[in-house]
Nanobody, 126 residues
Framework: QVQLVESGGGLVQTGGSLRLSCALS????????MGWFRQAPGKEREFVAT????????YYADSVKGRFTISRDNGKNAVYLEMNNLKPEDTAVYYC???????????????????WGQGTQVTVSS
């Protein structure tokens, strides 16, 4: 069974940076496309970024493009989300997700992901 564990969340001031990590265990990491999603209080879960199995192809939500960078290390079975110039509207629980079907092709739809982590809280103070 695939398990995903996120880490790296916390409290940061506007303009600050955080780096989220997500470790996958239980299966071969390179068999999955990976994504990051977030959910703010009272809002639906939304797509943030995704990366294909090799790390060559990435795709971002418009709201984070130019500020966030997704990357992966298949040797460490981990995917990362580098977040810079954080804004209060970035406050949310951040989830990583794995998709076997979208190993090569990117998806921003949460239904296309098979496994989810428990989430890590990111709070940006103004």
């Amino acid at each position: 069974q695939v398990q995903l564990v996120e880490s790296g969340g916390g409290l940061v001031q506007t303009g600050g940076s955080l780096r989220l990590s997500c470790a996958l265990s239980g299966r071969t990491f390179s068999n999955y496309g990976m994504g990051w999603f977030r959910q703010a209080p009272g809002k639906e879960r939304e797509f943030v970024a995704t990366i294909n199995w090799s790390g060559i192809t990435t795709y971002y939500a418009d709201s984070v493009k130019g500020r966030f960078t997704i990357s992966r290390d298949n040797g460490k079975n981990a995917v990362y989300l580098e977040m810079n110039n954080l804004k209060p509207e970035d406050t949310a629980v951040y989830y990583c997700a794995a998709s076997a079907r979208y190993k090569n092709f990117l998806s921003r739809r949460s239904d296309d992901y098979d496994y989810w982590g428990q989430g890590t809280q990111v709070t940006v103070s103004s």
